[in-house]
């Protein structure tokens, strides 16, 4: 039987979700159509400019990142630390709220040349990415998000594999030419942003539930 808490934060998440996918509905439509003409261009990249593409890379690039992305939810689940896994999950989503902002302030041509459109979150979580949706990379702010939940957990103690899995990521990120160097330092600070706010985003969520759920 389901508790009220419960049934508060999956209301709590329906909500965001309807509003999210709303909003990437309209935002993919757009970066789409407006990106498209301009698809040719190559704009200057110091990773992509001293680096050659190679073959397949993409595919190794979003393998990775799912591969990280898989580890951390195994992790909190053998753990027992579901209130983890819960806090991420809102924060992801108000973390995509936030990449709709950059989408649509500027508009970039395709790094990759090849990117397939997005309609919708489905759609665009298959193609892993939709067309010209750049300026930052929601990879990658995903990435160093969750290796802030695993510091906060573990603390220094994997400091190494911390900056290993961050450098690996940004690399396969810029060099799949999946974003552009920039993007990928401007996802840094976001993520950081919201590592740094966890407390702040914890109270917020516990006023909106009525209940002081999270306390990680």
């Given at each position: 039987?389901?508790?009220?808490?419960?049934?508060?934060?999956?209301?709590?998440?329906?909500?965001?979700?309807?509003i999210?996918?709303?909003?990437?509905?309209?935002?993919?439509?757009?970066?789409?159509?407006?990106?498209?003409?301009?698809?040719?261009?190559?704009?200057?990249?110091?990773?992509?400019?001293?680096?050659s593409?190679?073959?397949?890379?993409d595919?190794?690039s979003?393998?990775?990142?799912?591969?990280?992305?898989?580890?951390?939810?195994?992790?909190?689940?053998l753990?027992?630390?579901?209130?983890?896994?819960?806090?991420?999950?809102?924060?992801?989503?108000?973390?995509?709220?936030?990449?709709?902002?950059?989408?649509?302030?500027?508009?970039?041509?395709?790094?990759?040349?090849?990117?397939?459109?997005?309609?919708?979150?489905?759609?665009?979580?298959?193609?892993?990415?939709?067309?010209?949706?750049l300026?930052?990379?929601?990879?990658?702010?995903?990435?160093?998000f969750?290796?802030?939940?695993?510091?906060?957990?573990?603390?220094?103690?994997?400091?190494?594999?911390?900056?290993?899995?961050?450098?690996?990521?940004?690399?396969?990120?810029?060099?799949?030419?999946?974003?552009?160097?920039?993007?990928?330092?401007?996802?840094t600070?976001v993520?950081?942003?919201?590592?740094?706010?966890?407390?702040?985003?914890?109270?917020g969520?516990?006023?909106?539930?009525?209940?002081?759920?999270?306390?990680?």
């Amino acid at each position: 039987m389901i508790t009220s808490i419960y049934f508060k934060l999956i209301c709590l998440f329906v909500l965001l979700f309807i509003i999210s996918y709303t909003i990437e509905k309209i935002v993919n439509k757009r970066s789409y159509e407006k990106g498209k003409p301009i698809n040719n261009v190559v704009i200057p990249d110091i990773i992509q400019e001293n680096i050659s593409n190679v073959r397949n890379l993409d595919v190794i690039s979003d393998l990775f990142i799912s591969f990280i992305t898989f580890l951390f939810f195994v992790i909190f689940l053998l753990n027992g630390n579901y209130k983890y896994l819960i806090l991420y999950i809102f924060i992801f989503i108000l973390m995509r709220l936030v990449t709709f902002i950059y989408f649509i302030s500027t508009t970039l041509p395709d790094s990759s040349k090849k990117c397939k459109f997005g309609a919708d979150f489905f759609k665009t979580a298959m193609n892993m990415g939709t067309c010209n949706s750049l300026g930052i990379s929601s990879h990658f702010v995903n990435i160093v998000f969750q290796l802030g939940l695993l510091y906060r957990y573990y603390g220094s103690k994997y400091w190494l594999l911390y900056l290993i899995t961050y450098i690996l990521s940004f690399m396969l990120i810029c060099v799949s030419r999946n974003h552009y160097t920039i993007d990928c330092i401007t996802s840094t600070f976001v993520a950081l942003f919201f590592i740094y706010e966890v407390d702040n985003t914890q109270k917020g969520l516990n006023f909106l539930i009525g209940k002081k759920y999270f306390n990680i």
